[in-house]
């Protein structure tokens, strides 16, 4: 078992940058695929990125491709999101997720098995 820990949510201006940290709390992501989501008010959990913490990946969404880039640190044992070009449309509670998808449901919230308690991020125009 697995829990994972976010952090560095904040508030930023449209345009700016932020990067958002998961680690593993009380181990490693081991043989885990790590994913962010995101989630608004009433709307369900939107898949961002993810990544095979032993290997393959990178997946990330469309609405999120060229401005966001997921990232491993093996000595600190996090993924980290570097999030770029910000827009008020990336406003949400990022959420962190371990699980063992498969290929074709890598973005689905439902494969992740664990999760961190959310980071906000908040973009002003």
């Known amino acids: 078992q697995v829990q994972p820990v976010e952090s560095g949510g904040g508030l930023v201006q449209a345009g700016g940058s932020l990067k958002l940290s998961c680690t593993a709390s009380?181990?490693?992501?081991?043989?885990?695929?790590i994913g962010w989501f995101r989630q608004t008010p009433g709307k369900e959990r939107e898949f961002v990125a993810a990544?095979?913490?032993?290997?393959?990946?990178?997946w990330y969404s469309d609405s999120v491709k060229g401005r966001f880039s997921i990232a491993k640190d093996r000595a600190n044992s996090a993924i980290y999101l570097q999030m770029s070009m910000l827009g008020p449309e990336d406003t949400a509670v990022y959420y962190c997720?371990?699980?063992?998808?498969?290929?074709?449901?890598?973005?689905?919230?439902?494969?992740?098995?664990?999760w961190g308690q959310g980071t906000q991020v908040t973009v002003s125009s």
């Open positions: 997720g371990a699980g063992r998808p498969i290929v074709s449901t890598v973005a689905t919230a439902s494969a992740y098995y664990y």
């Open positions: 990544t095979r913490w032993s290997g393959g990946g990178p």
């Open positions: 009380g181990g490693t992501f081991g043989s885990y695929t």
